[in-house]
Every structure is written in structure tokens, then in C-alpha cells.
């Protein structure tokens, strides 16, 4: 029963989009079935050596805030539990769940979770349709039509994935579509991998 | 922002919330998407667990039962009598398209409830049909201020200080400074028959009257009295149109105090613009009357998105009237008296109309054809204005048209012979289970939820014999102890009023409002049942 599965919807911002990129902050919103658990939902800024101007002026975090925050190691346990008993929903999931093994493995934490591409999960439901292809984040919150607000937040774009997750579940739902069938389309095929990817 | 924090905060009553309680009510905050036609819950099933807000689509609530069937939209709030009570649903929650609810636990709900007053009161006045209160409470979230609204009793803070007329200067004003008072009502058997203020003293010493003289001698009469109901606004109205400076409050025959024009100065600073609109009218030369109408309408459209219609109808009937009495008070012209009909009669004008009759003895026709054109060229609207000579009072009445009569109940003097209006309605009298009847139908037939209210309204009050309550809210307050359903109507009525005057001015209306006005049109429904009923009208309710 899809309706009983557990889903976590996952944002990091990082300092890049390179294998060396420094978590900034990570949000999770969780799921049950396409139930979205706003009460539930988890949000830290992580301290990051390498914050650079560029940084600031993408995600809007100041110097202070991240001098002040807790260092991953502080909030690893938190973050792991509340990740691994659930599959990961994203958009470009791979890059996220890419940074957080590295993370994990320095902790001694082995990470690597069941998950889902809601942008794999559109191109899926747009091929059934005849639909155009989507290629972006941003050309999903607007199909979607969700409400605008600033991006560049982890706790906001975790919960527009949650949203839009929301809305593929229940549509697929309705074709009786099942778990493994879910996490087949909302596979990451490599020909799709990005170049910072590889 | 947090999505769903920004949402709510956005919507009523979540807007009345603190962070702290909106905290609260997010960390019980869920959000579930429904397919067309899922059930989202039965009636008679299990008592609900959260309360549902519609982020987007349609909700079909439905109670197979009645064959009740109410559609909610976005920003509406359901669930909320089984939320409170505990027990199960009275009806069944259908999507009526794919929709996306917030769901608020039940727990957190009721945490938020039991600490925010204002919060719960919304929920109960829903539940319990105070729809008024609910335009009340969204209304003082604007921060507007309602000054308008202030009743005259609250401006009187001291006991009034009474004499009789034969009382000497010396002993009155003795009376003043040992009550430190600025005014004192000569009263003749508990009567109001004159004023005398300390600004009376300093003129009578310099013209070396006795202080032994009576005070009935040198008193300002007459006493122009209002009821402790009656609005700051009205009052300073009726000081302007009277040329006075102090008015007695009653409740009733008992006087309960005196006011001044300073008392509501200060009261109503904010609001001196419109104030001294209305003393300007008085003084300024008709030519100016176009452009200071301009203002007035400025002035009204300013309050029409702070103040509910009884009071902006009640301030904008009365500066339409100031104008036309200055038009024809006091000019050399045979005797008449100026008959105001339908909402002006009622005082529920809020743009300038002329709706009129004029009874008069001589031959009036120039004059009425003068003011006519004045007050075309102020930018009054001429509806109707007709003339009858007082000895075809009685024929003109008998054969008037059936369309007519009900507006004609609502006649009110506005200036000349009140022998004229006496006869006017004692005609109008004979005519009286017509004027029920007919606004009985009209009640029914309109399709505009106002004049049906108001419509029905009459024909309850025709039936009661009250012919001198003109006013719709007037009338109904006078009925309520006589017909309880009549408290439904006047919710209903306050709420459908207040919020087209809203949609005329701004053009649109927020989510609360198309709220209260669908269940004010269920109660006019209800109503327009029981006016069928009373007046054994067959018919198309």
C-alpha cells in the first residue's frame, strides 16, 4: 500500500555543485503516503568552512548564521534517523544523496537510501501524456502552479518537492501504480547524469 | 517564509494568531491531496481527528438526509462542530474536484482555541449563525477604528444636572460649580424644556440682569434631545442642521445626560474632515454645493472599508439631507412639508437620490421645479419627485399605483408641516393590508437579497401597526421581542448590506465574505419561507 509508505522530500544547499561541495543547509519534509507531515519537518543550517560571497548571494545565508550553526558531526544522528527508515523524494536527488554519503561515511554511517527523481517522475507522466519534457525545478513549480515563494531555502524547496510528489503520487496512484514499479521511473538514468556528477 | 506559515497566516481567523499559537498550529499541520469524488469523510462516522482548511479545489458537503448541499472553496474551513464537540460529522465532505486541504490536528486546535478569544470567537460565531460579529471581529483586524459606530451615551460621563425653570441664575449657577458641570437642563415635570451653560452667565451679567430672575426666562430653547442609541455622528449632524451646541441624551423619557459639540470634537478628531464638510454645508453658498458634494462622496467611500453600512447609510441619508434642507428651508414659499420614500425615507441612502413627495397648499410648482434642478446639478439622482396639493392627499394615496405603496411607508418628514405628513399617513393607513401584502411578495419575488430583507421587513412592521419606524434595522430591533426569527434576519441583513456596500466600493470581496454572505442567503431563504407561510403566499421561494 503506497498510502502506508513512508517518503522524505530532501534539500541541501551546498557551497557548489562539485564533488567537493560544503552542505549549507538540509531540510526534510516528511510523508506518509501523500500525506505531507508539515509538523514533522526538519531544518538546520550545517557550519561550512569553505562559505564563499558567491554562497551568500545564491542561498541568502549570512556569515553569522552559519558560524553559528552546529557542525554536521552534531546533527548527523538526528538527520540519519530521520532519513533511513523512508524514501528519499527530490529533484536532482542523486547530487543530494551524492553529498550526504560522503558526509555519512565520515561519521561511520553507511547511507544509501531508496529514491526517487520527481523531475524522472515527470518525464515518466509527460511521456504517458504526450506532455513537453520538463527539465528544471523552477519549470515543475510553475506546471504545478505552487505558490511563489523565495527559493533558495532548503525548507522551501524540500516542501515544493513534497508538494509536487503530492501530486505525481496521487495521480499515479489512481493508474494503480506500485512501490516498485515508483521507484523504477523515478530512477535517475545515467545518460541524464549532470557533469558534476561524474 | 515557510509555505504553509505564509498561507495561514494570510487567511482568517489564522490571521488573528500570534507567532507563538501559529507555532502551534504547525506543529499539528498536515496536508492531503483528495481525488474528484473521494470521501472525505461520512456523516455519523467517526468523530474528526483534524479540522480542514481547502488549499485549492472544491468541497461538496452534503447531508443525504435533508438534501442539504453546500459547495466550499478555496480558504474555507470545515469539520470545526465535530472538531469541538467530539462527536460525529453532521454531513458528508466530498472532493467535488482534486483538491489539496490543510488538516490541523485536533489537539492543537483546541490548545490555540482555549488561549485566543478572538480566535475561538470566530469559530462560535460561526457555529451559532453570529454572522455580524464575525464581519465585526475581521473588521477590527484591519485596525480600523470604529468611531463612527460610538453611540452618544458613551461621550456622556457625567449624571446630568437638572433645574426647574423657576429656579434662580444665582441658584443654577451655584448648581454648576457645586456639580462642576458646564450646562444644566431645566426640566418642567421631568420634561426637557430648555438649557442654560456657563456661557450664558458672562452675557446676562453684562446686560446687569438680575441673578434673582427665573432661569426659564434666559434658558436656550427648544431642547433638541437624542436617544442614547443614536450616533456620535448623527448627533453632531443634528447639532450642525439646528445651529445648536449642546444636546440632551435620552433613554426614553429619562434623561440620561448632555452633550457638546466640543465632546464629540474631540472624540471624532480624525474624522474632522467629514465633520466640517457638514457644518460647511450650512454655511456655504449653493453654487459650492457641487464640489463640496465631491468631498462627501470621497469621504463616504473612505468609510464604506472601515464601517458597517447602518452607520455610513445613517452619516451619508443625513448629509443628503442637510443639503436639500438647505435648499428649501427657510424660503419665502407657501407652507409643504418634504416627504422622504423608500431607502432615503429609511435612511439607507449611501449615494445622493432624490426620492420624494411634496404636500403643499399652494401652488408649489416653481419652486419644487428650482430645487429639482438644484439638486440635479449638486449630483443628486431625481428617482422620483412628486407633488400633491394636501386636499388630493387622500385621492392621490387610493389611486396610487400598487408599485408604489410599499415605499411609500417608508415616508419620512424631512422639513415643513408635520399637519401635511400626519395626513399623508393616516391615508397611507387605510391602505395598510395592501402595503402588508405587497411587500410580503416583493420580499419573495426580488432577486435582491437587500430589498427582500427590506421588503419583508415592512410588511412584518406594517403588521404591527409601526408606522413611524422607518429604518430597516430599526424596525427589526422593534420586532425582534415579537418575532424571535427576526434576529436571524437582522444578522443576515447587516451582513449582506455591509458587504455590498464593500463589493460597490472595492469592487471585490475577500473569501470570509463570500463565506458569511452564503450563509446569510441561507437564513434570507429560511425567512422568505416564513413570510410565504405568514402571509399565505403561494409560491416560488
Avoid at chain 2, 20 to 31: A, F, P, R, V, Y
Avoid at chain 2, 495 to 516: A, C, H, P, S, Y
Amino acid at each position: 500500500m503506497l498510502s502506508k509508505i513512508r517518503f522524505n522530500a530532501l534539500d541541501i544547499e551546498t557551497t557548489s555543485l562539485d564533488k567537493n561541495a560544503e552542505i549549507l543547509s538540509i531540510a526534510i519534509v516528511p510523508m506518509l503516503g501523500t500525506r505531507i507531515l508539515i509538523r514533522d519537518c526538519y531544518s538546520t543550517f550545517i557550519k561550512s568552512k569553505r562559505i564563499n560571497a558567491k554562497s551568500i548571494k545564491i542561498h541568502g545565508i549570512d556569515i553569522k548564521t552559519i558560524e553559528s550553526a552546529p557542525r554536521f558531526e552534531e546533527v548527523s544522528e538526528i538527520i540519519f534517523k530521520k532519513l533511513e527508515n523512508g524514501i528519499v523524494v527530490g529533484c536532482d536527488i542523486e547530487f543530494d544523496v551524492s553529498i550526504l554519503k560522503k558526509y555519512f561515511s565520515n561519521q561511520d554511517l553507511k547511507f544509501d537510501p531508496r529514491r526517487i527523481d520527481i523531475l524522472q517522475i515527470e518525464r515518466y507522466i509527460r511521456r504517458k501524456t504526450a506532455g513537453r519534457n520538463i527539465n528544471t525545478f523552477d519549470e515543475l513549480i510553475r506546471i504545478y502552479r505552487l505558490d511563489d515563494f523565495y527559493r533558495h531555502s532548503a525548507l522551501v524547496d524540500a516542501y515544493y518537492s513534497a508538494q509536487i510528489f503530492q501530486l505525481q503520487l496521487k495521480r499515479l496512484m489512481l493508474h494503480g501504480i506500485s512501490l516498485e514499479e515508483l521507484l523504477r521511473i523515478g530512477k535517475r538514468r545515467e545518460d541524464f547524469i549532470p557533469f558534476y556528477m561524474g | 517564509m515557510f509555505p504553509p506559515a505564509a498561507y495561514l497566516e494570510k487567511i482568517e481567523p489564522f490571521s488573528f494568531l500570534s507567532k507563538s499559537e501559529l507555532k502551534i498550529i504547525l506543529n499539528g499541520l498536515e496536508s492531503e491531496i483528495f481525488g474528484k469524488g473521494e470521501t472525505i469523510f461520512r456523516k455519523d462516522g467517526t468523530p474528526l481527528k483534524y479540522l480542514y482548511i481547502i488549499k485549492c479545489g472544491r468541497i461538496l458537503l452534503i447531508d443525504e438526509d435533508s438534501e442539504y448541499r453546500e459547495t466550499l472553496k478555496e480558504g474555507e474551513i470545515f469539520g470545526i462542530a465535530s472538531v469541538l464537540s467530539s462527536n460525529p460529522p453532521k454531513r458528508t465532505a466530498i472532493a467535488d474536484a482534486d483538491c489539496v486541504c490543510y488538516l490541523i490536528r485536533k489537539e492543537n486546535f483546541i490548545r490555540v482555541f482555549n488561549s485566543n478569544r478572538k480566535f475561538s470567537d470566530f469559530f462560535v460565531k460561526i457555529l451559532t449563525k453570529r454572522l455580524s460579529s464575525i464581519l465585526k471581529l475581521s473588521r477590527v483586524s484591519r485596525t480600523y477604528e470604529h468611531l463612527y459606530a460610538t453611540s452618544v451615551i458613551e461621550l456622556v460621563s457625567k449624571r446630568p444636572v437638572v433645574c426647574s425653570k423657576n429656579a434662580s441664575i444665582r441658584d443654577v449657577a451655584g448648581l454648576m460649580n457645586d456639580n462642576n458641570v458646564g450646562s444644566v437642563i431645566v426640566v418642567d415635570d421631568k420634561k426637557p424644556i430648555g438649557i442654560f451653560t456657563q456661557r450664558d452667565l458672562p452675557r446676562l451679567i453684562h446686560l446687569k440682569v438680575p441673578l434673582d430672575d427665573e432661569i426659564g426666562r434666559h434658558m436656550s430653547t427648544p431642547v433638541i434631545s437624542i436617544n442614547e442609541d443614536g450616533t456620535v455622528m448623527e448627533a453632531y449632524l443634528l447639532m450642525v442642521s439646528n445651529g445648536i451646541n449642546h444636546l440632551v441624551v435620552m433613554d426614553d423619557n429619562k434623561i440620561k445626560g448632555i452633550i457638546s459639540s466640543r465632546d464629540i470634537l474631540l472624540r471624532l478628531e480624525s474624522f474632522s474632515s467629514l465633520l466640517s464638510l457638514s457644518r460647511s454645508i450650512i454655511s456655504l453658498e449653493e453654487k459650492r454645493l457641487p464640489e463640496m458634494m465631491n468631498k462627501i462622496l470621497e469621504c463616504i467611500e473612505d468609510m464604506a472599508s472601515k464601517v458597517p453600512f447602518s452607520e455610513v447609510s445613517r452619516i451619508s441619508s443625513g448629509m443628503y439631507d442637510l443639503i436639500i434642507e438647505k435648499l428649501i428651508k427657510d424660503k419665502k414659499i407657501p407652507e409643504f412639508a418634504w416627504i422622504k420614500l423608500g431607502a432615503a425615507g429609511r435612511k439607507e441612502l449611501i449615494f445622493p437620490e432624490v426620492h420624494s413627495v411634496v404636500i403643499y397648499n399652494k401652488n408649489a410648482d416653481e419652486f419644487i421645479e428650482i430645487v429639482e434642478n438644484k439638486l440635479r446639478n449638486i449630483g443628486f439622482e431625481i428617482r422620483y419627485l412628486e407633488k400633491i396639493h394636501v386636499d388630493d392627499v387622500d385621492e392621490f394615496i387610493e389611486n396610487l399605483n400598487v408599485a408604489h405603496l410599499p415605499e411609500f411607508y417608508d415616508g419620512r418628514l424631512l422639513y415643513g408641516k408635520r399637519e401635511f405628513y400626519d395626513k399623508f399617513l393616516n391615508t397611507l393607513s387605510k391602505r395598510i393590508k395592501e402595503g402588508i401584502l405587497l411587500s410580503a411578495r416583493n420580499c419573495i419575488s426580488v432577486n435582491d437579497d437587500y430589498l427582500s430583507i427590506v421588503n419583508g421587513i415592512r410588511a412584518l412592521s406594517l403588521e404591527f401597526k409601526m408606522l413611524d419606524i422607518k429604518n430597516t434595522e430599526e424596525r427589526c430591533k422593534f420586532l425582534v421581542e415579537k418575532i424571535r426569527t427576526v434576529e436571524d434576519i437582522l444578522e443576515s441583513y447587516r451582513v449582506i448590506t455591509d458587504i455590498e456596500m464593500r463589493r460597490k466600493f472595492e469592487n471585490k470581496i475577500g473569501i470570509i465574505d463570500e463565506m458569511l454572505l452564503k450563509e446569510a442567503r441561507k437564513i434570507l431563504l429560511d425567512f422568505k419561507r416564513f413570510i410565504g407561510d405568514r402571509y399565505a403566499i403561494q409560491n416560488q421561494v
